[in-house]
């Protein structure tokens, strides 16, 4: 068995290799809280930052909520006076409806070029810029030598990156450290009134770095999110949990 300082020590050394092989860097524990229960999957327990993570849909609905998971994911990376840049060949996004999952409009600008070929390079040259929290790109098609690149983009500035692929010709191998696929799931009521309930998401972990791929089934509820089976609702608090679990 091991002492906790041996333990300490190991897993100092494992959180230097981890950032050595480009796995970003690691959020402290009380910042790491609202990312719960995703870091369970990573190395360390801990979700990383300065990372690219990549994100594949097929279906117009999943675009939807991927958009919105994404949102809702870079909302607990930014801190206050936190500036994201959204690129994407489309116009796609109402901004106004950003501020349901954390992301106030303000804090984003949206950057929508004509040309398909100039969106690889604005997200790079995004992903370079310190003064961003995180990058959100749209694309279809992400080669391995364009995904290494962002990666060592983001190793120097610890921006955090979210490419949202959709309908890619495949699912090539990429540098990115964690793939995910995000589906929808059928919505909560709320107190069973009738109409759109809370989002609810299928989410798939397919690869990580280091890590465990997993799957949740999620909502999100008052600014966290928050597992829709009832042994997965000790990440929420208990008035959410009253709320959500029938």
Known sequence: MLSEAKKEIAKKL??????MQGFGKTRPESE???????????????FPTGVIHEFLSYEPADAASTNGFVTALAGKFMKEGGLCLWIGSQKKIFPLGLTQYGLEPDRII??????IK???????????CEALTAVIGEIKEFGFTESRRFQLAVEHSG???????FRPRAENATACAARWKITSLPTLSY?????????????QLLKVKNGIPRSWQV????????????????????ENQKR???
């Open 14 to 19: 494992q959180a230097k290799v981890n950032t």
């Open 32 to 46: 790491n809280s609202g990312l719960l229960p995703f870091a369970s999957a990573f190395p360390g327990t801990i």
């Open 110 to 115: 949206f950057i929508n070029p004509s040309k």
């Open 118 to 128: 100039d969106v690889l390079w604005i997200i790079e040259e995004a992903l370079k």
């Open 159 to 165: 921006v955090t990156g979210f490419i949202h692929r």
């Open 191 to 203: 107190e069973n009134l009738p109409g759109v309930g809370q989002s609810c998401w299928d989410v």
């Open 219 to 238: 909502t999100w509820s008052r600014g966290n999110f928050v597992g829709i089976a009832e042994n997965d609702f000790s990440i929420a608090s208990n």
């Open 244 to 246: 959500n679990v029938s």
